[in-house]
């Protein structure tokens, strides 16, 4: 069958079933892992610390999830996604049970570790089933849909899990969401599998494997610059709204912009509708354009870039219109940061397309741990011994984002000119933007 005719089969009623599925224990884990951003405020009081302490717990738990993606990825291309998915959900259900009734900052941590040790495999077991059960040309936009889905865990956070946590209490709302956990590990036993072999028409077929060779080395499989590529890509993409969406966004926005915890939640409320809107605008862009991807991570760096600096150079706080632009345009990020998943796609090697998958997750989330412990540090330099800031500690903490940013892209430039080398070794030419237009090509 050509390529053509593949894309225009249509997927498996099953195909479809397994995708929600997937997409649902992501959910899960998405309330799992942002389920502290709306607790922030709460965990000071609760562990006594101050902006640094506050900080490790989202640090150690993002530093393990970003450390297992590697591991995570070589067990995927082992086990399947069926055991990672439900290994995943019950480890981070006893993290959150953990963290329901810890009272010191030690077992709070330790809570934290489990989380991210849970959270790891979830994502990128969930967006190779989405690559395995539809036709290469939807593989894309269903990736951005699956991050679609799985962000509206998000939202969950924003309110109900907010409001949860304000009428009944840190450890009663951390006992459901571990009981959540338990339900996703079920879920994923029963309607979660990989396509058998020649169950879809349209499957990219791989030649088998040859027993007698070995699969590629770790380093073999991290050596392709399209890889590296889609790491940087990663980096650029998600650290931003993640630094304000997991911990840092509500104390800002209360302390910093004098905004009610209401309106707080409802910033975060927009921050995760911008992200569902813009997944199938970015999928659609990456598909029809995968020549020139890496503009779309770079555009939206430099539009981030401004709103932040709209956002922290004035000394008064913003109107609640700019602060709802500011957030939309973070909002950008997470489907932004799920291009790196289609380069992952596009140059990983076929037996070690989890190994590659995971290192590009990594890139997001390392970002986030340096932003994350960045601004902490910087907070309590500015203002130590206290845990009131001001909106001058929130200016000149925040601004220390810049260095993340810096590095994305100088990273991104890097990786795409190497890559762009390959593709040329081996006969794709990616044709200048002018070019392009005079020939009537797609960009």
Same mark, same amino acid.
Not at 17 to 38: E, H, K, P, S, W
Not at 124 to 130: C, E, F, K, P
């Given at each position: 069958?050509?390529?053509?005719?593949?894309?225009?089969?249509?997927?498996?009623?099953?195909?479809?079933?397994?995708?929600?599925?997937? #997409?649902?224990?992501?959910?899960?884990?998405? @309330?799992?892992? /942002?389920?502290?951003? &709306? $607790?922030?405020?709460? *965990?000071?009081? !609760?562990?006594?610390?101050?902006?640094?302490?506050?900080?490790?717990?989202?640090?150690?738990?993002?530093?393990?999830?970003?450390?297992?993606?590697?591991?995570?990825?070589?067990?995927?291309?082992?086990?399947?996604?069926?055991?990672?998915?439900?290994?995943?959900?019950?480890?981070?259900?006893?993290?959150?049970?953990?963290?329901?009734?810890?009272?010191?900052?030690?077992?709070?941590?330790?809570?934290?570790?489990?989380?991210?040790?849970?959270?790891?495999?979830?994502?990128?077991?969930?967006?190779?089933?989405?690559?395995?059960?539809?036709?290469?040309?939807?593989?894309?936009?269903?990736?951005?849909?699956?991050?679609?889905?799985?962000?509206?865990?998000?939202?969950?956070?924003?309110?109900?899990?907010?409001?949860?946590?304000?009428? #009944?209490?840190?450890?009663?709302?951390?006992? @459901?969401?571990? /009981?959540?956990?338990? &339900? $996703?590990?079920?879920? *994923?036993?029963? !309607?979660?599998?990989?396509?058998?072999?020649?169950?879809?028409?349209?499957?990219?077929?791989?030649?088998?494997?040859?027993?007698?060779?070995?699969?590629p080395s770790l380093r073999e499989s991290l050596r392709p610059p399209g890889v590296r590529l889609a790491f940087w890509a990663h980096w650029t993409g998600l650290f931003s709204a993640n630094t304000v969406a997991l911990l840092w966004g509500v104390p800002f926005l209360i302390q910093g912009q004098g905004l009610s915890a209401a309106q707080a939640s409802g910033l975060l409320t927009a921050l995760v509708i911008t992200n569902l809107a813009a997944g199938p605008i970015v999928g659609t862009l990456t598909s029809r354009h995968p020549l020139r991807r890496s503009w779309l991570v770079l555009a939206y760096a430099g539009v981030a870039i401004t709103a932040w600096a709209a956002v922290l150079t004035p000394s008064t706080p913003r109107p609640l219109w700019q602060l709802l632009i500011w957030i939309m345009v973070l909002g950008f990020g997470g489907p932004v940061a799920l291009v790196a998943m289609d380069f992952a796609r596009t140059f990983g090697m076929p037996r070690r397309l989890g190994t590659a998958t995971g290192f590009a997750n990594v890139g997001g989330f390392a970002a986030t741990v340096l932003s994350v412990a960045l601004v902490g540090a910087v907070l309590q330099w500015v203002a130590p011994g206290t845990s009131d800031y001001t909106l001058d500690d929130y200016r000149i903490a925040l601004a220390s984002l810049a260095l993340p940013f810096a590095m994305g892209i100088a990273g991104i430039l890097w990786q795409r000119r190497r890559t762009r080398l390959v593709m040329a070794e081996a006969g794709v030419v990616v044709p200048s933007i002018r070019d392009a237009i005079a020939q009537g090509r797609r960009l």
């Open positions: 069958m050509s390529a053509t005719a593949s894309v225009r089969v249509r997927p498996p009623a099953l195909a479809w079933v397994v995708f929600a599925c997937a #997409a649902f224990i992501y959910f899960v884990a998405v @309330v799992q892992r /942002t389920a502290l951003g &709306v $607790a922030g405020v709460e *965990a000071l009081d !609760r562990f006594g610390v101050e902006a640094l302490g506050l900080a490790s717990l989202s640090v150690v738990q993002i530093s393990v999830y970003a450390a297992l993606q590697i591991p995570a990825g070589i067990l995927l291309d082992r086990i399947g996604p069926k055991a990672m998915l439900a290994a995943g959900s019950l480890i981070m259900g006893a993290g959150q049970l953990l963290l329901a009734y810890a009272d010191t900052l030690a077992w709070a941590l330790a809570a934290r570790i489990l989380i991210g040790a849970g959270d790891a495999p979830i994502f990128i077991a969930a967006t190779r089933l989405a690559s395995e059960w539809f036709p290469p040309r939807q593989a894309p936009v269903m990736v951005q849909i699956t991050g679609l889905l799985g962000q509206l865990g998000q939202l969950a956070t924003a309110v109900p899990v907010a409001l949860l946590l304000h009428e #009944a209490g840190w450890s009663t709302t951390f006992t @459901v969401l571990a /009981t959540l956990g338990l &339900v $996703a590990a079920g879920l *994923a036993m029963v !309607r979660i599998r990989m396509p058998h072999p020649g169950e879809l028409p349209y499957a990219v077929a791989h030649p088998e494997p040859d027993p007698a060779v070995p699969a």
